[in-house]
């Protein structure tokens, strides 16, 4: 097998015509395939694949739990909407 070419999350989320909200919250879950490259999340797209034909299905149907959410995970600000000028968008 040759090396694939990594996707990033606006790449899966073109891909799978989800939002990128939406594949940041599987990442959260673990319910999408993805590896760390230092803090950036990367895809295989076979892996991907593999996904939207199994997994993604169901995956798809499930909310993220608000616990899930803390401030130190990786997508905290973007999954809530926080933006630069502070946790309440100021």
């Known amino acids: 097998m040759g090396i694939e070419e990594l996707l990033d999350v606006n790449d899966v989320a073109r891909i799978t015509k989800l939002s990128v909200a939406a594949i940041r919250k599987f990442v959260l879950q673990r319910q999408i395939p993805y590896h760390k490259l230092l803090k950036a999340v990367r895809f295989r797209p076979s892996e991907v694949d593999e996904w939207i034909t199994t997994d993604g299905k169901e ?9 899930a959410l803390d ?5 905290f600000e973007a999954a809530v909407g926080v933006t630069e000028g502070g946790k309440d968008g100021k």
């Open 71 to 75: 401030e130190g995970d990786l997508f």
């Open 59 to 67: 995956a798809c149907n499930q909310r993220v739990p608000a616990a």
